[in-house]
């Protein structure tokens, strides 16, 4: 298995890394701003890792925790919390640095493993009892940080689009990638990333964004996300994904797990490929369900909502 793996991740590592590429961004906006209209609260929570938007009714059938991707805004699942708030409880979450929320704890240091951590404490806190767990991208990260190393906490877990080891895109055709081996790589994207002039860091930021969903009338929205970041956060954050491999913590997951995910958006790159890549990603998690969406790109809630909103229908139900 190791050595098909290999195999694969050096053909992966052909393309460009945007499976969870950064969506690169500026200046920070108010705390917690909430938008006029949209029937969410905040939830009762001391974190300055992120902040929670919670929808639904009173008496909730079940409890649904949204994490979106790298320098994304909760805003990303709208159509989906439209669709499940009124059966579930849906609590979305607003990681500290994107999409306009100040840094907080995040301005130094790791960030999905910290968020991990204190998702874990808000579901505890909180009082609900083994939520569904829906992560985009870095959010799939975090899901799975959370399901591993918290697995009593965790009803059942979605990961959309995200692998467990994305450092292993970044490796040397031929190798077998390992943390170590992609460190001295993630230290040189982080130091450009966050230390890139604005322009040109944000230039590419809206090519990859681009990139990442197919939807053109639906790509602002994200792009603003970007922009409304902090550089800083993203660039910590980006390096923190390229060398965390959750590959030996998957058999610690014990909550049902869907995994969705779309072809790698490189023509070299063909549905089989992108299949044998993920059964190999997970290998260690045998129980999981891997589900390739097609005519999607990365943001696959945007790209194919009524798609993705019957793939969570039926992962809830």
Do not use: C, W
Not at 295 to 305: G, K
Request: glycine residues 6%; negative net charge.
């Amino acid at each position: 298995m190791k050595s098909a793996l290999t195999a694969l991740l050096a053909a992966a590592a052909l393309i460009s890394p945007v499976l969870a590429a950064p969506a690169l961004a500026q200046d920070n906006h108010a705390a917690h701003a909430q938008p006029a209209g949209h029937g969410h609260r905040h939830a009762d929570f001391e974190s300055g890792r992120f902040h929670v938007r919670v929808d639904g009714p009173e008496h909730p059938v079940g409890d649904v925790i949204l994490i979106p991707g790298l320098s994304s805004s909760p805003e990303v699942f709208d159509a989906l919390t439209d669709e499940l708030k009124g059966r579930y409880r849906v609590h979305r979450i607003h990681v500290q640095g994107f999409s306009g929320a100040p840094a907080e704890d995040n301005a130094e240091g790791p960030v999905s493993a910290p968020v991990a951590e204190d998702i874990a404490r808000y579901i505890r806190e909180q009082g609900l009892e083994k939520p569904a767990v829906i992560g985009h991208s870095m959010g799939g990260t975090i899901g799975m940080m959370l399901a591993a190393r918290h697995p009593d906490s965790v009803g059942r877990l979605m990961v959309v689009d995200m692998v467990p080891f994305m450092g292993a895109m970044f490796a040397q055709p031929g190798t077998t990638p390992t943390a170590e081996s992609v460190t001295p790589v993630a230290d040189m994207i982080h130091q450009g990333m966050a230390n890139s002039p604005r322009d040109q860091y944000q230039q590419q930021a809206d090519a990859q964004i681009t990139a990442m969903i197919n939807t053109e009338s639906l790509r602002a929205g994200p792009l603003e996300d970007s922009r409304t970041s902090d550089q800083k956060v993203s660039a910590a954050a980006f390096r923190e994904l390229i060398v965390t491999d959750l590959r030996p913590e998957l058999t610690n997951i014990t909550a049902p797990t869907t995994v969705l995910y779309v072809k790698f958006n490189d023509p070299r790159m063909t549905a089989e490929i992108t299949d044998g890549i993920y059964r190999a990603s997970f290998a260690g998690l045998p129980a999981a369900t891997l589900k390739r969406i097609d005519d999607s790109a990365h943001f696959i809630m945007l790209d194919q909502p009524a798609v993705f909103a019957a793939e969570v229908n039926a992962f809830l139900e």
